[in-house]
Every structure is written in C-alpha cells, then in structure tokens.
C-alpha cells in the first residue's frame, strides 16, 4: 500500500514543534543558550531562532545582560533541571534506567504516582541519624584534610581520612592508618576529634585506588575463584548486578578480587548456594 507524501506545511510545523521543544528543554536545563549556536545546530538562519525565542516563547524565554537567552526569571523553579543528573551522578542511580535523558526524567516526575509505568522499590539503607554529627565532622576534615581521631572497634585510631564512600547501604571512611589504606564503617566510629591543627597530603596512588576500586574492600593482595552456574541463572552474576563477576561461556563465571577475607567470601558463596566452609570448585 502506497502512503500519502508528507504535506510541506505539516513537516515543517512538526520540524518546528521538534526544535521548540529541545530549545524548552535547553532552557529548563537552567543554562545560557546563544542564537547564533542554536542556528547551526538547527539548520536555520538566527532570525528564526529570534523569532522562536522572542516571539514563540515569549514569557518563557528572556535575554540577560550579555545578549544570550535564558529561562524568564518567572518560570525557574527552586532547583535548576541539570541538577537531576548531577543528583543522579551524586547517588549512584544515573543507570537506574534504560533511558537517562532530562526529557525522560522530567516525563517521570510529572507523571502522577499511580499513572506511572514503573515503580522503583526501595533498598535497605543504616540509618546514621544518630552520626550526623561524626558525618558532617569527616566530611569537613576530607575536604580541609584534617587528620582524625577516633576509637573503631574498642581500639583508638589515627587516620587520615580520603573518602566517604556508600556502598550497599552502608557508609564507609576510606582513610589511611599506618600507612595502609583502610575502610572504617561510619556507624562504628566513635568519640571522633578533628585535629584541625595538622594537615596532610593526600597520596595520589591512594586517590587513584580509591576512584578506580569499585569496592571498599581494599587490599593488594587478591584470590582469584572460579565458580560455575547453570546458564538460566547467569544472568544474575553479570557486572552489572554484582561487582567483581563476568559472564565466561554462559556458564563459567569469574569471580575477582575475593578479598582474604574469609567470612565475606563465605558469605558470597553461601547467598549463591555454595555453603559456608565448603571449598569453591576450581575449573
């Protein structure tokens, strides 16, 4: 069956309602747009984009003093729309969905809850309310670079703290203590005194194990385990559900980086089947 070409008025009304809509959402992002760049990136001449600006979203759009358009001051909310990605980025969720893009996420947010099509259901997180305090205190000597004094697990410690790093609903102190790169949970901390006196340099081989370790498990020394699994059940071991495994041949997954650590890996071991104190086949 043949189709009916497309009318000309009605290609490029729809090529104009697509280009009104990615500028909103440009300006909706909180930043600064200049026509001349939004002309190239459109295939249009300037004075059209004058004219959707300054005519087609009059009231919406507004020009500031250095001759670029922006949101009108009216029509900003509290917190600028990029903020969602950073946000995003901030808590460890930019992948939560397939789809990442701003127009999607506003598309979320203004759906009402019980017309939405998915539902995020929450995971298990400590409540540290009661470390607000120690919370904000490390997180002030992190940035200041203050050395710490704490007692951890009834022993007194001085530590030169690099991170707070969340990890599976549980807050981690990355910090050095006898030279060694250690992890401390926060909700174990206790008595916590900044020396607001003393100042360190970070180790640049600690900041890069740090950003490049996606775990808080930190040693040198590794196990390498191989433990096979049915096929149908695989796909629950992939990277992106669990840290440290890949897919081999379908069935063959790789386990890296078992820290010597043994009650963790029995614990590993046990939530996949395997039970605690049994020796993982090696293939």
Request: glycine share 4%; hydrophobic share 35%; aromatic share 10%.
């Amino acid at each position: 069956m043949n189709h009916p070409a497309q009318h000309p008025a009605s290609a490029k009304g729809e090529k104009l309602a697509q280009r009104l809509s990615h500028i909103l959402a440009l300006l909706h992002q909180g930043g600064s747009l200049d026509k001349h760049l939004l002309a190239q990136q459109f295939g249009v001449d300037v004075r059209t984009i004058e004219r959707d600006l300054g005519e087609r979203l009059r009231d919406i759009a507004e020009r500031n003093p250095e001759g670029q358009w922006q949101l009108a001051r009216h029509r900003r909310s509290t917190v600028p729309a990029q903020y969602l990605h950073q946000y995003a980025q901030l808590a460890g969720t930019e992948h939560l969905f397939p789809d990442s893009s701003l127009p999607y996420l506003l598309g979320q947010l203004e759906t009402p809850t019980p017309q939405r099509a998915t539902q995020v259901q929450a995971t298990s997180h400590e409540d540290l309310e009661r470390q607000s305090t120690t919370f904000a205190l490390l997180q002030s000597a992190i940035e200041q670079r203050h050395e710490c004094h704490f007692i951890y697990k009834d022993k007194p410690r001085l530590a030169q703290p690099y991170r707070l790093i969340h990890k599976n609903g549980i807050w981690y102190l990355a910090a050095e203590e006898g030279a060694l790169l250690k992890n401390f949970s926060v909700a174990l901390v206790q008595g916590l005194e900044v020396d607001k006196a003393s100042r360190f340099s970070p180790k640049p081989e600690h900041q890069d194990y740090i950003d490049h370790q996606n775990d808080v498990w930190f040693t040198r020394q590794t196990t390498e385990v191989l433990l096979r699994v049915a096929p149908e059940v695989a796909h629950y071991f992939s990277p992106s559900h669990y840290t440290g495994w890949f897919r081999r041949y379908h069935s063959i997954i790789k386990f890296l980086k078992i820290i010597n650590h043994w009650r963790f890996c029995q614990y590993q071991l046990f939530k996949i089947g395997i039970a605690p104190g049994q020796p993982p086949p090696i293939f």
